[in-house]
Nanobody, 122 residues
Framework: QVQLVESGGGLVQAGGSLTLSCVVSGRSYAMGWFRQGPGKEREFVAAISWTGGGIDYADSVKGRFTISRDNAKNTVTLQMGRLKPEDTAVYYC??????????????????WGQGTQVTVSS
């Protein structure tokens, strides 16, 4: 059983930065970050392939967020910069048990973390 634990959320002013980390126990392949804002559906943020060579971002975060992974440390990181109030959400780490390439669809991921709150004040 794969377990994911996120950390690094918090309160930040608009224009600031935060880094989220996800520690994975167990075997996983493609990884992703999703978020769910108040009253909204969970949406795709970023994804990374097993090797780290394939990366995909939602248009809303492209150029501001960076996803990376360190397989030796079983960690996936989401660096978030130039944060906006609309980035406020619970951020979730997700892992696929079989896919190697980055994917945007929630249903393609098999394991999820408990989420970490990110609040951006204006």
């Amino acid at each position: 059983q794969v377990q994911l634990v996120e950390s690094g959320g918090g309160l930040v002013q608009a224009g600031g930065s935060l880094t989220l980390s996800c520690v994975v126990s167990g075997r996983s392949y493609a990884m992703g970050w999703f978020r769910q804002g108040p009253g909204k559906e969970r949406e795709f943020v970023a994804a990374i392939s097993w090797t780290g060579g394939g990366i995909d971002y939602a248009d809303s975060v492209k150029g501001r967020f960076t996803i990376s992974r360190d397989n030796a440390k079983n960690t996936v990181t989401l660096q978030m910069g130039r944060l906006k109030p609309e980035d406020t959400a619970v951020y979730y780490c997700a892992a696929s048990s079989s896919l190697l390439s980055p994917v945007r669809l929630r249903q393609e991921y098999d394991y999820w973390g408990q989420g970490t709150q990110v609040t951006v004040s204006s």
